[in-house]
C-alpha cells in the first residue's frame, strides 16, 4: 500500500504495481 502511494505519481508504474499485486494476492489466496 505504502509503494502503491509511492508510485501514484506515474501512472504505468501503478498498473503494473497492481498488476503484480492482484497476481500475487491470488496466488496467496490459492495457496491459503
Not at 500500500?1 to 491470488?26: A, N, T, Y
Amino acid at each position: 500500500m505504502i509503494k502503491k502511494k509511492h508510485l501514484s505519481g506515474s501512472l504505468v508504474p501503478d498498473r503494473c504495481f497492481l498488476i503484480i499485486f492482484h497476481k500475487v494476492e491470488k496466488f496467496m489466496g490459492n495457496t491459503c
